[in-house]
């Protein structure tokens, strides 16, 4: 159980194109989920908090006119990164956050999307 | 900002030998997690401590939290290669033991393991 999916797995984009990217818990729902961004031999940036019906918070330093954010239902959050540049280029992960039961207190991860924007 | 410091950066390991990761926060936890990321995946969730001076394990790792709650070490006895990847504490920033908090990661620390 506690399964969640990114869509797609990898892009590659032309610079000035916009990307969407999915992330949807399988088997749970999820009230809150997590943006984050991950650079090569570095940590977990968050980069925003979604929570399902209403405006994401970004972290400090992330554009939220760049980094779009959507969290329609319970089960799907979405990042579209607008007008990429080169320097998006990046491994982003999402994680959700099981509404309730046991595991409420824990993050179950996607698998990542491997952005490069040419 | 509120940072959570995660040292040795790497670990390079003869199998069998033990290993410990040290996370260190600026401020107050409300709680930590552990996470580990093999090499090309994803992070896993391995565990949550909450409690001042809290102590668990998980066959042969061991997980504890400081009594002030600014500091946790991850512990592995007798590595195997299976152990190999990168083990990441997660402090979530507050002073209850809830999960308002957002999480900030430490930087990790890359283990690999010799047979």
């Known amino acids: 159980g506690a399964v969640v999916s990114q869509h797609p797995s990898r892009v590659i984009c032309k610079s000035g194109t916009s990307v969407k990217i999915e992330c949807r818990s399988l088997d749970f729902q999820a009230t809150t989920m997590f943006w984050y961004r991950q650079f090569p031999k570095q940590s977990l940036m968050l980069m925003a908090t979604s929570n399902e019906g209403s405006k994401a918070t970004y972290e400090q330093g992330v554009e939220k006119d760049k980094f779009l954010i959507n969290h329609a239902s319970l089960t799907l959050s979405t990042l579209t990164v607008t007008s990429a540049h080169p320097e998006d280029s990046s491994f982003y992960i999402c994680s959700a956050r099981p509404t309730s039961g046991s595991s409420y207190n824990e993050q179950f991860f996607g698998p990542g999307t491997r952005l490069t924007v040419l | 900002g509120q940072q959570v410091m995660q040292i040795p950066q790497y670990q390079h390991v003869q199998e069998g030998e033990d290993f410990t990761t040290y996370c260190n926060s600026s401020?107050?936890?409300?709680?930590i997690q552990w996470y580990k990321q093999r090499p090309g995946g994803h992070p896993v969730f391995l565990i949550q401590?909450?409690?001042?001076?809290e102590v668990k394990k998980q066959k042969r790792l061991t997980f504890q939290f400081g009594e002030a709650k600014k500091n946790s070490s991850l512990h592995i006895t007798a590595t195997q290669t299976t152990d190999v990847g990168t083990y990441f504490c997660?402090?979530?920033?507050?002073?209850?033991?809830?999960?308002?908090?957002?999480?900030?990661f430490g930087k990790g620390t890359k283990l690999s393991v010799k047979p």
């Open positions: 997660a402090g979530r920033m507050g002073r209850g033991g809830g999960s308002q908090g957002n999480l900030i």
């Open positions: 401590l909450v409690k001042s001076g």
């Open positions: 401020t107050t936890l409300s709680n």
